[in-house]
């Protein structure tokens, strides 16, 4: 076997273990294919997030077994991610074409399973979970050049009740800060400027490490690696925000103005039944804070509507709190049932033509308040990460420090450097701005 292609759904996390599966498996020597049909391995990277994920999955998966079976060509197929962990060897009734199923913590074993599978040409399942995972140093094949994900930490341990992560990706543990510092410097000296940091609930980084770092400390030992420009983060739970990393948005420069804190709802009614342990008033507080120590802080943030018990009452509040908060952009979600969490139980579960309702309204509000905030950009002068050429051709793209896409002219050259952009337009999902200087 000598190509491979991965298919990967849902979050960053996955976006990044993809990168990873690929680097273990171009250190074995394959070779990536650009799709299926030039692959011999095909891995399909699941999500179990919503039922539409699911959903996709199983679709793909068929149209797979179906490649398979209409060529007589053998690819093998192997199935990671969340769906993989959910369903581990249960997948394989279900589709006999699935040769690996392979869990989020187990991806280190990767090139072992194939060789198994190869010798003993049955299918291998392995969901257990590396309990020395997070200490494992895996390699990442990433494609960008510029922009790259790091995994600070795996798991989570909130377990707000429509949520099936806690029970796919196990509890937060924290990768240890010289092998996340290690690795930045790595990055910048191959000409990587920018870096992401994932984990489920990043504020909450250093639980269960040898020597205590929290996430602002973290912070501060990556904005010493000379080469790495900015410093990004996804997700930060609202409770977890703390003082100390408000502070260090403000006084690292590296550490980008830009920050996503889902509220999922503006009822206190509904977040405690949802088990996220803070009020919209609490939630309202905390960025009266954060604007007030970073004024010009991008803003994002998630919101499910018609979780079970959801009245009209409290769908407005979730209206109100985006009037109030007045975010950059949103993503929103109609709730769906997802196996094993608590919320399945509650009572209340919202018919299907409501949530849909529901959801427009809050996209035709956030739809003008982007609009709205995207103009305020208009006139100012914004640092941007050049990209390199937009995708229809013609101009420049890169990012502002608050993550606005931003298209301009200029030569080819800029790649990779920080420049001056005054912005003289703003679309729905991007600005357009001159070159300074
Ligand atoms: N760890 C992150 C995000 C996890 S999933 C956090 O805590 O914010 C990303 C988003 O998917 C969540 O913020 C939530 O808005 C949405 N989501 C999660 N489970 C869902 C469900 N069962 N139905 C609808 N949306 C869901
Ligand atoms: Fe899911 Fe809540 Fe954990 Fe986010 S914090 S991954 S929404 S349980
Ligand atoms: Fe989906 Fe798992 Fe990420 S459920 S959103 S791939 S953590």
């Known amino acids: ?28 020597g394959l070779v990536p294919a650009d799709s299926v049909d030039d692959a011999e391995m095909v891995i399909l990277n699941t999500c179990s997030i919503r039922e539409k994920a699911e959903q996709k999955f199983y679709s793909e998966l068929g149209r797979l077994a179906h490649l398979r ?14 769906i993989a962990q959910q369903e581990g060897k249960k997948l394989l009734s279900r589709s006999p074409t699935v040769d690996l199923v392979i869990g989020p913590s187990d991806i280190a074993r990767l090139s072992g399973m194939i060789a198994q599978s190869r010798g003993s040409g049955r299918p291998v399942v392995e969901t257990g979970g590396d309990p020395e995972y997070h200490q494992k140093l895996v390699p990442a094949a990433r494609t960008d050049g510029l922009k790259a994900w790091v995994s600070i930490m795996y798991g989570c341990d909130n377990f707000c009740t429509y949520c099936v992560v806690p029970h796919l990706r196990g509890r937060e543990r924290s990768r240890p800060p010289r092998d996340i510092v290690d690795e930045v410097r790595g990055l910048a ?18 639980k269960g490490l040898d020597s205590a770092c929290s996430f602002p400390e973290l912070l501060g030992l990556v904005q010493e690696v000379d080469g790495m420009e900015r410093i990004r983060f996804v997700t930060s739970h609202p409770r977890d925000l703390s003082d100390g990393l408000i502070s260090a948005i403000r006084d690292l420069p590296k550490v980008c103005e830009s920050i996503h804190l889902p509220v999922q709802s503006g ?17 309202r507080g905390k960025v009266l804070r954060l604007r007030d120590a970073v004024p010009a ?5 998630d919101i499910i509507v018609g979780f079970p018990g959801e009245g009209d009452e409290d769908f407005a509040m979730t209206l109100q709190i985006l009037q109030d908060v007045q975010f950059d952009t949103i993503f929103a979600f109609k709730y769906s049932k997802r196996p094993n969490t608590k919320a399945l139980e509650l009572p209340g579960h919202v ?14 509000l956030q739809k003008d308040i982007t609009f709205r905030k995207n103009h305020l950009h208009v006139g100012s002068i914004q640092e941007v990460l050049v990209e390199g050429e937009s995708r229809k051709g013609g101009t420049l793209t890169g990012r502002t420090r608050g993550n606005m896409a931003v298209n301009f002219a200029g030569s080819h050259h800029l790649k990779g450097s920080l420049v001056k ?12 701005g001159d070159l300074c200087e």
């Open 1 to 28: 076997m000598k190509s491979f292609h991965i298919i990967t759904f849902g979050c960053q996390m996955n976006e990044h273990d993809s990168e990873r599966m690929s680097g273990i498996l171009q250190s074995q």
């Open 267 to 283: 009822s206190d009614r509904v977040l405690a039944s949802m088990n996220r342990r803070y009020t919209s008033d609490e939630y």
């Open 351 to 364: 018919p299907e033509q409501v949530k849909e309702d529901r959801l427009e309204q809050v996209f035709s």
């Open 421 to 432: 952009v005054r912005i003289i337009a703003a679309g729905p999902n991007s600005l357009s």
């Open 189 to 206: 000296d191959r000409g990587y400027r920018e870096v992401t940091f994932l984990g489920q609930n990043v504020n909450s980084y250093g």
């Open 69 to 82: 079976g209409r060529d007589g060509r053998r690819i093998t197929i192997a199935v990671a991610g969340c």
């Open 297 to 301: 802080v991008s803003l994002t943030t």
